[in-house]
Each structure stands twice: as structure tokens, then as C-alpha cells.
């Protein structure tokens, strides 16, 4: 179960309204599940001297869940700090300061890195999507869930993002950005209803352009019926029509 | 709407046919005709074998021809035939009056009349043709589908419309 909440926080995007999290063992750690919460730490340690951030918070991660010790989601939080993982390295930094029995110098640093985290956040923030409470709302092309307010507030890394809104009957609506560190943007959502597929699914289009194909057909024909029959030669007399 | 379909259907193809009649008109004072200044042409098509009688009115087709003073002239009249007509004899009255009101509607009164069938002149799509003098007297002249030439090559001899075997050309 904590493997698969594990994999979850971590594939969860930056945007998403549920605050980052790494649960503590529900239970008291044994003597083991401290020597493997250590062997992780190490690890966690060497993979961020490699470089390898990744699996430096995999490392941290679980040897945080599996032994509750501050110091792992600290260094979590710092390493999510150093991907540029802003808003998590702030959820984790604020989880941090939730733990009572906090050392005074750390609580200090998690205090003064939640609060320089914080300012880091990019903020986009997205008007006009009341009148369109079905409308698929996604950040960087992944669905955002949750309750919509006005504005509905996203809150992500700085960098380059995209944002779509794709509504049934409408043109997809999308826009690109780019949000400095701690950054906010304002845009207007307007969905331009699509006429054409409207028009399309109407039974009443479908008549008309039946009774139009049929009837230019007929009158087509007729034309072109009249326009073959024979005519008397210029220039040769009378013409009588029997 | 039947129609319509069948107008579709048939887009592109002739219906029609035109036969296209050379008279010789004759002059006023040719024998039968002296006294008459006009010759009103009737046609009719009707598969009676005895010439049709009855008023000719107004609304019926025909054509006037004026009777030359001097010398005999020639009038083509083209006759356009329906579809559903084509294989009908076509009956051609002449009517000769000294005022063209003698020969239509209700003052008709024509001092000679003579009468040409033609015992098929027309061909669905097809342009026919046929040359004779105008009839001056009484008279009834019958004329046999191979004699209206149409569909010939006009480079290659014939003496008449009709194949050995008395197809007309425009049937084959």
C-alpha cells in the first residue's frame, strides 16, 4: 500500500490541488525497518552526489516511510528543492514543521527553505471556466481534477507550461506560457462553440442539403435534357411544333 | 416527381425529332389555285389512314405560305415532333384561300385543299428531310417512310432511306 501511494505522489504533477506528501509508518519501526531506513538514507545520500535526483527521493522517500526520522523528508524536500520541484520541496518542507519533536536548528532551516519555496511556486490563475463546468482542464496534457473555483488557481513549477481546456462542441482552447520563479498569470478562458460541428450533427442540415443535392440534381437533368433536344436549324424557314 | 427521375435519367438524350419539309410553293395562278393568294399548311399527327377534316383553328399548328406572283419559290417549313409522336403518320393538309382568314378558324373555307401523309417522317433525336411540290390540285399524296431521307451518309450513293431489307437508315 505504501509502495503504491509512493508511486502515486510521485508520478502526481506539481499542479495538482492535493498537497505533496510522504506518509510516516503508521506503526513503530523495528529494529530492521530502521537498518533499511538507514541503508536508504545512504544511498539517497550517494545518488545525489552522482546526480542521480530521481532516485535520491525514491531513496529518501522510502526510508522516511519506513522509519518516520525527520532528517529523510528533509533531505526529500532539498532534493525536490534541486530538481526545481518547487511546490513538492514546499509541501515537504511545511510536513517537516509538522513534526513536533523537531530539532530547533532544523525546524529553523525547514522554516526559512518552506518559506524561499514558497515564494518560488508559479501560480497560473484562469478565468472563465464557470460557465463551463464539464470542460476538460489540463496542465502540460494531464487532466487537473478537483473542484473548480473562479478563478481556478494552478499552481506549478516555474518554467514552460501549457494549458488546454477541451469542451464537448467547442475548439479546444490552449495556451502557452512561461512562468519566472514565483511568477502568476492571468488568462481569460473563451470557448468559440464549434458552428460547423454543430451544423453537422443537425437533422435539419441533413434535410436541406438532401432536398439541395436532389433537387440540383432534377434541375440539372432537366437542364440538361432540354439542353439536348434537338432544334430546328437557322436560317432554314418556318418552324412548326407539333 | 416521376418526372423528375426520368429527366435524370434520360439527361443528355434527344427526345425530339425534326422533320424538315422543302416545299415548292406554287404561284398564284397555277392551275387549281388561281384566286388564292395564301396557302395555309395543316399538320397533324394521326394514325388515321383517311385525311383528318375539321376546322383547322388557330391554336392548331400550321404555317402560312404566301403565293408568289412570279415564279415558283421554295419554303422550308421544320416540323418538331415530341417524342411520343415520332412514330405517328404525319398528315401535312394544304389549304389554299384567297385570304389567309378563310383558311384558319372559324371562317374556314379554303377553296382547295389537298393532303400529304407521310407514313413516318420523324426518328427520336434525329434530323429527317423531305422535298415536294406544294400539291395545287384536290389531291391526296402519300408518301413511304423511306422516301424522308435522315441518318445517310451523304457520301455514299443511295437511291432512297431504306436498306435492302426496307429498314430506314435512322433505325439501323
Known amino acids: 500500500m505504501r509502495t503504491v501511494l509512493a508511486l502515486t505522489l510521485s508520478l502526481f504533477p506539481a499542479f495538482a490541488a492535493a498537497q505533496y506528501r510522504v506518509e510516516p509508518p503508521s506503526r513503530e519501526p523495528t529494529e530492521a525497518d530502521i537498518e533499511q531506513a538507514r541503508e536508504l538514507f545512504m544511498q539517497g545520500a550517494e545518488r545525489v552526489e552522482q546526480g542521480r535526483w530521481a532516485d535520491a527521493v525514491s531513496a529518501y522517500e522510502e526510508s522516511y516511510r519506513l522509519s518516520g526520522i525527520p532528517a529523510a523528508l528533509f533531505n526529500t524536500a532539498t532534493t525536490l528543492r534541486s530538481m526545481g520541484r518547487h511546490r513538492d520541496a514546499r509541501d515537504l518542507f511545511r510536513q517537516v514543521l509538522e513534526v513536533e519533536d523537531l530539532d530547533p536548528e532544523t525546524r529553523e532551516m525547514a522554516e526559512s527553505r518552506m518559506r524561499e519555496e514558497a515564494g518560488r511556486v508559479a501560480l497560473i490563475l484562469l478565468t472563465g471556466l464557470a460557465e463551463a463546468p464539464d470542460a476538460r482542464l489540463e496542465l502540460d496534457g494531464q487532466t487537473v481534477e478537483g473542484p473548480r473555483a473562479d478563478p481556478v488557481e494552478l499552481e506549478t513549477d516555474p518554467g514552460e507550461h501549457a494549458v488546454s481546456v477541451l469542451r464537448e462542441g467547442y475548439a479546444p482552447w490552449r495556451e502557452a506560457l512561461t512562468l519566472e520563479d514565483g511568477g502568476r498569470q492571468s488568462l481569460r478562458v473563451e470557448l468559440t462553440p464549434l458552428r460547423g460541428a454543430e451544423l453537422w450533427e443537425s437533422p435539419i442540415f441533413w434535410t436541406v442539403l438532401v432536398l439541395v443535392v436532389v433537387g440540383g440534381g432534377v434541375l440539372g437533368g432537366v437542364l440538361a435534357q432540354d439542353a439536348a433536344q434537338l432544334r430546328p436549324r437557322e436560317g432554314l424557314g418556318m418552324v412548326v411544333e407539333l | ?172
Open chain 2, 1 to 172: 416527381m416521376r418526372r423528375a427521375w426520368l429527366a435524370l435519367l434520360l439527361a443528355g438524350c434527344a427526345q425530339n425529332a425534326i422533320l424538315e419539309l422543302t416545299f415548292e410553293v406554287p404561284t398564284a395562278d397555277a392551275a387549281g389555285v388561281a384566286g388564292a393568294t395564301v396557302a395555309v399548311l395543316e399538320f397533324r399527327s394521326d394514325a388515321s389512314t383517311v385525311p383528318p377534316s375539321g376546322v383547322l383553328g388557330t391554336d392548331m399548328p400550321s404555317a402560312t405560305l404566301l403565293l408568289p406572283p412570279g415564279g415558283p419559290v421554295t419554303q422550308v417549313v421544320s416540323v418538331v415532333a415530341p417524342g411520343d409522336a415520332v412514330e405517328t403518320p404525319l398528315w401535312v393538309g394544304v389549304h389554299y384561300c384567297a385570304r389567309e382568314a378563310g383558311c384558319l378558324g372559324a371562317d374556314f373555307n379554303p377553296m382547295n385543299q389537298s393532303w400529304v401523309r407521310y407514313e413516318r417522317a420523324f426518328y427520336v433525336g434525329e434530323y429527317t428531310e423531305h422535298g415536294l411540290p406544294l400539291p395545287a390540285a384536290m389531291e391526296r399524296v402519300d408518301v413511304d417512310a423511306c422516301l424522308v431521307y435522315g441518318c445517310l451518309d451523304r457520301e455514299r450513293p443511295s437511291s432512297g432511306a431504306c436498306d435492302m431489307a426496307g429498314v430506314h437508315a435512322c433505325e439501323q
